[in-house]
């Protein structure tokens, strides 16, 4: 068996072994297993069943690890991911009033279109042409949106008639539990304490049962049944044509943070060749992809690659058993639904403002020397949390670079996938909405 093991994965070529592999997998883990609480959470609100969430969530992130690692042999670790989950909920099934059958549609469409760009090999051309300044704008805006969604749920912020939003009321259980979460999450992480923010989640949902402001559910029992999210999706409802933009924007941000990831988390490895390049790039995105489609299917949002499997890489991870690992660890967490059930809204707030953070670091990158570049950078990340969407954040960002560019006189800066984007996003605007 070890001899099989090493054959596939080539651990000796890639200087590894299988003690190394698994210790690096439970450390990948450990540092992105808040998701299991935070998924259901966040997905429940759009009147999907927190059980059966749970169950989609670890086998989506399963399977997208198995594909992963035993495919593509990176020790990349897919979930469910952050800010695409958010918008699932508070932007298509809340904001613009579809079923989550229809959003769960339209993740199964945008995974088979970034499925046919991988395949097709367009996925580079795509890339290429999206300006980064937009790239570094999107990112800051999930962030900021995962940041208010965070402080809306807590009740650290509420809706005021006067000033649309103003500060709630801090005294209360939610908001202290949220912002001590989110002090301790944000100590750890500085302190690199390994699984930071699911130490700050469990933490507080322990104090919050403690204090008596949560009930304990039980540790361990079988699976939730998956059935009230199972095949639920809804193709048809997927296909409205105001629904592009939502197809849209699952693509766009799963490609680009997929892109980001994979090659960040494989250049902190060393493994991308001596051109830059990351070998089998193809067969790691259709592991993404696959696994979109298949979580849509169990009943969940875009699956996507994380950028905290770099603590796994950190630890020695250099091959795909480093996701195996993490894989079956999922399907481990699949009896500790009564301990998700326990966790509170307000124990998640408090992860959620610590991604927010890691995210809005994106601006940093900005060029705020230049204007031109500047300003739509800011259009993007602010009109996401203002706006409660994602797809608008793009759209914004798209048509404001555009136009900024052209009316500059940088036509040098432009390229026609901009051009074509930006001009779909404002016909959507003026005769769509």
């Not at 079923?99 to 760009?117: H, K, M, R």
Request: hydrophobic share 55%.
């Amino acid at each position: 068996m070890k001899s099989l093991i090493d054959k596939h994965f080539k651990l000796a070529e890639h200087g590894t072994s299988i003690k190394t592999e698994v210790i690096a997998g439970i450390t990948t883990f450990l540092t992105m297993a808040y998701i299991i609480f935070v998924n259901p959470s966040i997905l429940s609100e759009a009147g999907m069943d927190y059980g059966a969430v749970f169950v989609a969530t670890c086998l989506a992130a399963a399977l997208g690890c198995l594909v992963m690692g035993l495919w593509a042999n990176y020790p990349i670790a897919q979930a469910p991911g952050m800010g695409l989950n958010a918008f699932f909920t508070y932007g298509v099934v809340l904001g613009m009033g579809y079923t989550w059958e229809a959003a769960l549609g339209a993740v199964f469409f945008s995974g088979f279109i970034f499925l046919l760009l991988s395949i097709f090999r367009v996925r580079e051309w795509i890339i290429n042409s999206i300006p980064l300044s937009l790239r570094l704008g999107i990112a800051a805006g999930i962030g900021l949106f995962l940041a208010m969604i965070a402080m809306k749920n807590a009740g650290i912020v509420v809706a005021n008639p006067a000033t649309y939003v103003s500060v709630g009321d801090l005294s209360e259980p939610s908001a202290l539990y949220a912002l001590l979460g989110f002090f301790v999450i944000t100590a750890l992480a500085y302190m690199r304490v390994t699984g930071a923010v699911m130490i700050g989640i469990l933490g507080i949902t322990v104090l919050s049962m403690l204090l008596g402001h949560n009930e304990y559910g039980g540790l361990m029992s079988m699976p939730p049944s998956i059935l009230p999210t199972f095949m639920a999706l809804d193709l048809a409802g997927a296909l409205d044509i105001a629904m592009l933009s939502v197809i849209f924007a699952f693509l766009f941000v799963d490609l680009f943070d997929t892109s980001g990831t994979l090659i960040g988390v494989a250049h902190k490895g060393g493994l991308l060749d001596k051109e830059g390049k990351l070998p089998r790039i193809g067969r790691a995105m259709m592991a993404d992809s696959t696994a979109s489609m298949a979580g849509s299917v169990l009943g969940t949002s875009t699956t996507t690659s994380y950028v905290e499997s770099t603590a796994g890489i950190v630890s020695g991870g250099r091959t795909g058993l480093t996701a195996v690992v993490v894989a079956v660890l999922f399907l481990i967490s699949l009896f500790f639904a009564p301990l998700a059930g326990s966790i509170p809204a307000y124990a998640t707030a408090g992860a959620l403002l610590y991604v927010a953070v890691l995210m809005a670091s994106s601006l940093a990158h900005a060029n705020w020397d230049d204007p031109t570049d500047a300003a739509p950078v800011l259009i993007a990340a602010l009109a996401m949390p203002l706006t409660f969407s994602i797809a608008e954040g793009i759209a914004l960002g798209f048509i404001s670079f555009v136009a900024i560019k052209a009316l500059s006189g940088r036509f040098r800066d432009l390229n026609p996938a901009v051009i074509v984007l930006a001009l779909l996003f404002a016909a959507k605007f003026l005769f769509l909405d």
